[in-house]
């Protein structure tokens, strides 16, 4: 079994910062890449970014230059730094992983349960 667990969404004025954590645990054998998605209401869930276990990066065209995702390979944890907030940023935001559990021979993906991030203007 491996969870995934989101913190550090909330509510920020336009122009502020927030950082999101997602740690995984449970029976993990490897990590793969890890990404970060959000949803908003009425819309379909979109690639915020994604990072390779060796710390490669790749964002989403709306988020470069103000989000910034980097992750601990010791923890199992993967962040998500997010400046220069918009109100259009406004979503949920869930962790995503490419887990080889203990004992598999293959990889799987895992969602965290979201966390709600809120930019007022």
Known sequence: QVQLVESGGGLVQAGGSLRLSCAASGSIFRINAMGWYRQAPGKQRELVAAITSGGSTNY??????????????AKNTV???????????????????????????????YWGQGTQVTVSS
Do not use: I
């Open 60 to 73: 989403a065209d709306s988020v470069k230059g103000r989000f910034t995702s980097s992750r601990d390979n």
């Open 79 to 109: 962040y998500l730094e997010m400046n220069s907030l918009k109100p259009e940023d406004t979503a949920f935001y869930y962790c995503n992983a490419d887990v080889v559990p203990r004992g598999s021979l293959r990889a799987y993906s």
